[in-house]
């Protein structure tokens, strides 16, 4: 098949394929700190739920504040690929990224007939620091559909206005419904179904009839399964409670100046304030929004230019109101709520990316300039969309950079240490075991504490596994195999595992003694006690005894003591002062000739098991 293709059909064909590895190379790059190892809040009920209820009761919940079933089939297909191999999310969005990077190539490149400012665009929406909540996390891809939808029913409106194509309209309504039933916001940019018969100067009755009727569906469908008819806010907020016009405004400009490259919002929310931004990051914004009013003015100079020439500009005209009413439902429906995440204004972004492309492909079209500047005819353009590019892309990258400031950033780091100092380290051997958290400052809830292993059993059951919170090691009595022990480190607010650390603490091995109960004849351990200063010591021989199988015991160099196993399992014990250190060495008379191996210098003897208490 390849044989039979011209030779400019394969070199385009070999473009193509470069520049779709670009954007996914990009990708990688620009997130390679982004990582998931472990889920909570958010991510983690998504994941319970898909394994406790059934497929309809997962995809069309009654009596959720929310009705998304487009989001929650994708969901569920999704969750069946990852099932337990929670590390791909972050890979799978990255490639969904890069997907949607390239169809914004193709149609900024079809908006502007310049290739390069089509490249630019995708690399631009790749580097955004908007990008977080869609590569970071589990429901990240909720918003990363809502992306692709909105630029699915941007496309196929374009394709109607400008090659009336009337079939289109009704593919793009298609998607408004996915849109609404994936993320609710979507339903505001209803409007620009009516530009779009607008533009074509038509009076297509029916198809306003279509779009009204296709929005009332959704709203009736939506209550129906809500119990209400206005969307349920950010935060467990319900609009009708929190929404008043002075903070829309205020919302609305604040998200105007984000995609500008100004943090407006608090550092909880973008991870850095304006005021917290350097000085180098505020010279590139204030250069780059000169860049990118000069670009508005050669737009709409250019328009002039064409209307002087008698070139038609009202389908340019009804584009930029287009995309300007895209950016603005986008902006809007992020804005009624009680605060902006900057995840928001990832899809107005997108809208204006395709307006710079509209606007340079416009530009390029107007002949202003005199013959003799001919190169600068054409070149000029590129130069200044690609300048523009050049500053804000660090501008976003060094955004990115902050990303630990984000409220969502200091938990999915904790839970991914959770995750790396258990799971990651011990295997499937984390499951049946008892693993106990020193300090509870990170406030684990119940419900985090009885699933969180779940995710990587492929059982889903993860039975045994038991999370427990203590306040002091001086809880803990002997560290036990089926045991691990983690403690918090807020100053760096991760968990780390002091498993061995404290089982030498509780019990540091001098010679002759292993973890697994082994004592050599001669042997000597250092032995820390609980509250009650009690010392516990089951001895166990696994063979016939034949009545000289004597045991000394020295505590703390204190005068021996020798008895004999009588039984094959003996108990001792010694009461001591509390949480002290005692040094046991024991000295056997006889060995365990079935041993299999011998271990030190002298032969295995007997079995030993020590608890404290």
Not at 146 to 157: R, V, Y
Not at 489 to 515: M, Q
Not at 547 to 576: A, L, R
């Amino acid at each position: 098949m390849f044989e039979k293709l011209t030779l400019k059909e394969k070199y385009n064909i070999l473009i193509q394929v470069a520049i779709v590895g670009s954007f996914i190379g990009i990708g990688f790059l620009v997130n390679h700190a982004l990582r998931i190892s472990g889920l909570y809040m958010d991510d983690l009920y998504m994941w319970s739920t898909y394994g406790e209820q059934s497929f309809l009761e997962y995809v069309f919940p009654v009596g959720s504040t929310r009705f998304r079933p487009v989001y929650w089939f994708v969901a569920w297909i999704e969750l069946g690929i990852i099932r337990y191999h929670i590390t791909w999310i972050v890979p799978i969005n990255i490639l969904i990224a890069a997907a949607t990077a390239y169809f914004i190539y193709l149609f900024a490149k079809e908006i502007s007939q310049m290739p390069w400012v089509a490249y630019g665009m995708g690399v631009m929406f790749l580097v955004s620091r908007f990008a977080y909540y869609n590569i970071g996390q589990l429901l990240g891809l909720m918003e990363a559909m809502g992306i692709i939808f909105s630029l699915l029913i941007a496309h196929f409106l374009y394709q109607y206005i400008c090659y009336e194509r009337n079939a289109r309209y009704y593919v793009a309504l298609l998607f408004y419904i996915l849109i609404c039933f994936t993320h609710e916001r979507y339903i505001v940019v209803l409007p620009v179904f009516f530009l779009a018969i607008l533009a074509r100067r038509t009076k297509d009755l029916f198809a306003c009839v279509s779009a009204i009727l296709a929005s009332a569906g959704i709203i009736v469908l939506r209550t129906l399964t809500t119990g209400k008819v206005v969307p349920a806010g950010t935060g467990g907020t319900y609009v009708t409670d929190t929404f008043s016009v002075k903070s829309m405004f205020g919302s609305v400009l604040d998200e105007i100046l984000y995609m500008f490259g100004v943090n407006a919002g608090p550092e909880h929310l973008n991870g850095m304030t304006w005021a917290q931004t350097p000085l180098p990051i505020k010279i590139l914004v204030y250069i780059g929004g000169v860049v990118a009013i000069f670009i508005v003015y050669k737009f709409i100079r250019s328009l002039y230019v064409l209307y002087s020439k008698k070139i038609k500009i009202d389908t340019i005209i009804w584009l930029t109101v287009f995309f300007i009413f895209f950016i603005g439902g986008t902006i809007l429906s992020s804005a009624v709520t009680i605060r902006v995440e900057m995840r928001w204004i990832y899809a107005p972004y997108v809208f204006m990316l395709l307006l710079v492309s509209l606007m340079m492909g416009t530009w390029k079209r107007a002949k202003e300039i005199r013959m003799q500047e001919k190169v600068l005819i054409q070149y000029l353009p590129l130069a200044t969309v690609t300048l523009w590019m050049i500053l804000m892309i660090p501008v976003e990258l060094y955004g990115r950079t902050k990303y630990d400031g984000i409220y969502l950033f200091p938990n999915q780091k904790r839970y991914n240490s959770l995750a790396d100092e258990t799971y990651w380290k011990y295997g499937d051997d984390i499951f049946g075991k008892e693993i106990y958290i020193i300090g509870n400052s990170y406030k684990m809830s119940d419900f985090t504490a009885k699933t969180f292993f779940k995710v990587y059993d492929r059982k889903r059951k993860a039975e045994g596994t038991v999370v427990k919170h203590i306040s002091s090691v001086k809880e803990l009595g002997q560290i036990r195999s089926n045991m691990i022990v983690l403690k918090e480190d807020p100053a760096h607010n991760v968990f780390s595992d002091v498993t061995d650390a404290y089982r030498d603490l509780k019990c540091e091995i001098v010679k002759g003694y292993y973890r697994d109960g082994w004592m050599e004849q001669e042997a000597k351990i250092n032995v820390m006690t609980g509250a009650n200063g009690q010392i516990d010591l089951e001895f166990m021989y696994p063979g016939v005894l034949d009545g000289k199988q004597n045991i000394t015991i020295s505590v703390d160099g204190k005068e021996p003591e020798t008895f004999d196993m009588e039984n094959n399992i003996e108990n001792k014990s010694y009461k001591v002062n509390p949480y002290s250190i005692v040094t046991l060495q024991f000295d056997n008379d006889f060995v365990y000739p079935d041993a299999k191996q011998q271990r030190g210098e002298l032969p295995l003897s007997v079995i030993m098991n020590v608890t404290t208490s």
